[in-house]
């Protein structure tokens, strides 16, 4: 009797299967990034007041639009509650006011 042991033969195929797993998974990401989405101005029953969102011209509109009121808002005097009392003022006089008050307590 020979003593001869044969030796296991080495595991090759799930490595096989993984690699290719791997590649087939790849080309399907591959292909997802490439594929061209449906441009959000073919969407249809926007409402009036977001059909702004819809280019990148309303979208340039509507930020200069809301821009312009911030600027108006951080420098004109207005009431906020004229109930209460509270009002509105430029931010260079709030900082003004602020400071003032701040260095009135040392």
Do not use: C, H
Not at 14 to 30: E, N, T
Request: hydrophobic residues 45%; charged residues 20%.
């Amino acid at each position: 009797m020979s003593n001869s042991k044969a030796s296991p033969a080495p595991v090759v195929w799930p490595l096989v299967v993984a690699v290719i797993g791997v590649f087939a998974i790849f080309l399907v990401i591959v292909s997802l990034a490439r594929t061209p989405v449906t441009p959000i101005t073919s969407v249809v029953n926007v409402p009036e007041d977001q059909q702004w969102k819809l280019t990148s011209e309303g979208r340039k509109a509507r930020l200069t639009e809301v821009k312009g009121a911030t600027r108006t808002e951080l420098n004109s005097y207005g009431w906020i509650d004229q109930n209460g009392g509270v009002v509105r003022l430029p931010i260079d006089r709030a900082i003004e006011l602020t400071l003032a008050e701040i260095n009135a307590d040392r």
